[in-house]
């Protein structure tokens, strides 16, 4: 079964300060592995995914996230954060399994950037 | 634009009544779907299709149903049987081929029960 942990539901960071937002991952093969950023009353948005090869996958508006096999993570990263980046993260993990390309989704970490 | 279109933005349902969010994509995918959003629960999976006229059940499809007539279209019911349905839709769409691995989502549609 495939699923993925977001650890923390609030994460809060001073502009101009590096932020992380962590996600772990279980599956029973390879991940491929994705982050989506949703602003108030909107949808998701793709931000980044990784899918093979390098294990520092760069996405939209800065932000990147580092692949780790042997922690079974994908966290993501922006090394100074803004205030238009507060906003709620989703990870997401692909279901290899059973052919339908579903996502599971992480709950979600509500980030906020304090001026 | 390519794109994922959901209508309405807001919508108020009495109770007792059935009411039906609009989901259309241009995008040429074939696999689409419905996601329930509350407030520190995440996305919840309602149902999804991968080929015209042909739907899954997701975890949370009670209460819920839908159609795939086009490709183009997947619309989502939600009945009176479905007793909490005050929540945020959102609706995406994805391909099949070996290449396509993520979701395009539309902008949700806000349900509320009135």
């Known amino acids: 079964a495939q699923s993925v942990a977001q650890p923390e539901d609030q994460v809060n960071v001073a502009e101009g300060n590096p932020l992380t937002v962590k996600c772990t991952y279980s599956?029973?093969?390879?991940?491929?592995l994705f982050w989506y950023v949703q602003y108030p009353n909107r949808g998701l948005q793709f931000l980044l995914k990784?899918?093979?090869?390098?294990?520092l996958v760069k996405g939209s508006y800065g932000f990147e996230a580092e692949f780790n096999k042997s922690q079974t993570s994908f966290h993501l990263k922006k090394p100074s954060a803004l205030v238009s980046d507060s906003a709620l993260y989703f990870c997401?993990?692909?279901?290899?399994?059973?052919?339908?390309?579903?996502?599971?989704f992480g709950t979600g970490t509500r980030l906020t950037v304090i001026p | 634009d390519g794109g994922i279109t959901q209508s309405p933005k807001y919508l108020f349902r009495k109770e007792g009544q059935n009411v039906t969010l609009s989901c259309e994509q241009n995008?040429?995918?074939?696999?689409m779907y419905w996601y329930r959003q509350d407030p520190g629960q995440g996305l919840r999976l309602i149902y999804y299709?991968?080929?015209?006229?042909?739907?899954q059940k997701g975890d949370i499809a009670e209460g819920y149903s839908v159609s795939r007539e086009k490709k183009e279209s997947f619309p989502l019911t939600v009945t009176s049987a479905q007793k909490n349905p005050t929540a945020f839709y959102l609706c995406a769409s994805s391909g099949l081929g070996p290449g396509d691995y993520g979701y395009t989502f539309g902008s949700g549609t806000r349900l509320t029960v009135v």
């Open positions: 299709s991968q080929i015209v006229n042909d739907f």
């Open positions: 599956v029973s093969g390879n991940p491929y």
């Open positions: 990784y899918i093979t090869g390098d294990n």
């Open positions: 995008l040429n995918h074939d696999a």
């Open positions: 997401a993990v692909r279901d290899l399994w059973t052919g339908a390309n579903n996502l599971f």
